[in-house]
């Protein structure tokens, strides 16, 4: 079995999803409220961290498209990523609800956590199958 065509293009589009979020909060982090009107923390310095984060984890996306199989582990991290984001931002939205800002990104991250999760296991099979061919 060879990998899904549809894989590589999953963590090109992450790479630019959270690359490009990440350089927007880090370099102009007060615009996105602005333009949203949604409150600002307290200082910027909570919203550019994480947005380094993200820009690191863009990084860790392009990686895997490069070779989704032989860096099939790093799909691990980025479920825990887009778990971590989801899980917080859902709780949050259907217990009090959140600004409309972020309910976008709960919905992407949650497809994109699911679709990692399916990108894990087909490639796990993919990698079985081509051990007992060898």
């Keep these: 079995m060879k990998t899904p065509r549809w894989i590589v293009p999953l963590f090109v589009f992450s790479a630019l999803y959270d690359g490009l979020l990440g350089l927007l909060f880090a370099l102009a982090p007060g615009y ?14 909570y919203v550019r961290f994480p947005a380094c984060l993200l820009l690191i984890f863009g990084l860790m996306f392009l990686q895997l498209a490069t070779n989704p199989l032989k860096f099939r582990h790093l799909i691990l991290y980025g479920i825990l990523l887009k778990l ?13 609800d959140i600004p409309g ?21 087909l490639l796990g099979r993919v990698g079985t199958e081509d051990s007992k061919a060898a």
């Design 32 to 45: 996105p409220f602005r333009l949203f009107d949604v409150t600002p923390p307290n200082h910027m310095g």
């Design 101 to 121: 800002m972020w309910k976008p990104f709960t919905i992407i991250d949650f497809a994109m956590g699911t679709l990692f999760v399916w990108a894990y296991l």
């Design 84 to 96: 971590s984001y989801f899980g917080v931002s859902l709780a949050y939205w259907l217990k009090y």
